[in-house]
């Protein structure tokens, strides 16, 4: 079976550009969450969807992030304008059932914003 | 505010040693308690969990913790470790009224 697949798996970008980092989860997984992991701050939950809607944004840093599902398969985590504070990993992962079922990880996207 | 502290930044034991990875948790309620193992370069996979019952969790890879109410801890253990091993683990807490808080990682390494 697939894991859950993020897509790049790196990406290096100039300040101020826009970044889109994919996420496909596990097929049959009704809950997906968007981390982002830095060495300062550790692993941080930005945003959790259950069944396409987002249940829980409190963790989306400011304005210049954005998240979408607009189905079962397909999430995006959008940067715009980058900053070079936001290199890290992002990691997406997905349940199940909700947010107390066990996540399973993708392989992260790395970004560095220059 | 519910918190999560893994005490320990880095650990080397020896190949074939005993481990504990320590991890205390500040939740007035009872948690749900996981810990995730992230390999270089990976993304997290989950160890075990305790959500109740039982407080001593088998988990994959040999692993088990013991969630301990009186003294906030859910330390996880391994009687043998290999060199594979070698690895960061995060402990976290899944509380029913906030957002998943994970630890800071511990970062283990083996000696062989």
């Known amino acids: 079976d697939a894991g859950v697949i993020q897509s790049p798996r790196h990406e290096v970008t100039e300040m101020g550009q826009e970044v889109t980092l994919r996420c496909k989860p596990i097929?049959?997984?009704?809950?997906l969450f968007w981390y982002r992991q830095t060495m300062m701050r550790g692993l941080e939950l930005l945003i959790y969807?259950?069944?396409?809607?987002?249940?829980?944004d409190s963790g989306m840093p400011e304005d210049r992030f954005s998240a979408k599902m607009p189905n079962a398969s397909f999430s995006t985590l959008k940067i715009q304008p980058s900053e070079p504070r936001d290199s890290a990993v992002y990691f997406c992962?997905?349940?199940?059932?909700?947010?107390?079922?066990?996540?399973?990880f993708g392989p992260g996207t790395r970004l560095l914003v220059l | 505010a519910q918190s999560v502290t893994q005490p320990d930044i880095h650990i080397t034991v020896s190949e074939g040693a005993s481990l504990e990875l320590r991890c205390n948790y500040s939740?007035?309620?009872?948690?749900?308690l996981f810990w995730y193992v992230q390999s270089p370069g990976q993304g997290l996979q989950l160890l075990l969990k305790y959500f109740s019952g039982d407080t001593l969790v088998q988990g994959i890879k040999g692993f088990e913790a013991e969630f301990k109410r009186s003294q906030s801890s859910f330390n996880l253990r391994k009687p043998s470790v290999h060199w594979s091993d070698a690895a960061e683990y995060f402990c976290a807490v899944y509380s029913s009224a906030s957002k998943i808080i994970f630890g800071s990682g511990t970062r283990l390494s083996i000696r062989p």
């Open positions: 097929s049959g997984h009704n809950s």
């Open positions: 939740y007035g309620a009872t948690p749900y």
């Open positions: 992962a997905s349940t199940r059932g909700g947010k107390y079922e066990t996540q399973y």
């Open positions: 969807f259950n069944n396409n809607v987002p249940i829980d």
